[in-house]
C-alpha cells in the first residue's frame, strides 16, 4: 500500500489548511489511520488519528483546532487545520495500521508533506 499526502505548504498564522492522504489500494480491514508531525530537531509525534469505527484522538495541542476525518470511498484520510501557529510547522506524515489478509497485520507510511506557519 502506498500512501500519498498532499495539501501541505506556507501560510499565515491564524490561517487553514487541509491535507490529504490517498491509499493506492484497499486493504483487508482498517484499525487506524492517523496524522504524525515532525518539527525541526525533535521526535515524531501524533497529531490526530480515527479508528475503524471513526473515533478520534487528538493531541491537546491541537484539539478545538484540527479535525481529521476518513473518506471510505475514495480511500483518503484528511486532516482539516485551522487557527495555525508556528509551532504546527512540520513535515507531516499520514499512517495507516491494519490487516492485509485475515492474519497479516502491517504499518503503512506517507512520504510526508511539509507545512509551514509564518508568523
Known amino acids: 500500500v502506498q500512501l500519498q499526502a498532499s495539501g501541505g505548504g506556507l501560510v499565515q498564522a491564524g490561517g487553514s489548511l487541509r491535507l490529504s492522504c490517498a491509499a493506492s489500494?484497499?486493504?483487508?480491514?482498517?484499525?487506524?489511520m492517523g496524522w504524525y508531525r515532525q518539527a525541526p530537531g525533535k521526535q515524531r509525534e501524533l497529531v490526530a488519528a480515527?479508528?475503524?469505527?471513526?473515533?478520534?484522538n487528538y493531541a491537546d495541542s491541537v484539539k478545538g483546532r484540527f479535525a481529521i476525518s476518513r473518506d471510505s470511498a475514495k480511500n483518503t484520510l484528511y486532516l482539516q487545520m485551522n487557527s495555525l501557529k508556528p509551532e504546527d510547522t512540520g513535515v507531516y506524515y499520514c499512517?495507516?495500521?491494519?490487516?492485509?489478509?485475515?492474519?497479516?497485520?502491517?504499518?503503512?507510511w506517507g512520504q510526508g508533506t511539509l507545512v509551514t506557519v509564518s508568523s
Open positions: 480515527i479508528t475503524s469505527g471513526t473515533r478520534t
Open positions: 489500494e484497499v486493504i483487508f480491514k482498517i484499525n487506524a
Open positions: 499512517d495507516l495500521e491494519g490487516y492485509i489478509d485475515p492474519w497479516s497485520w502491517r504499518e503503512f
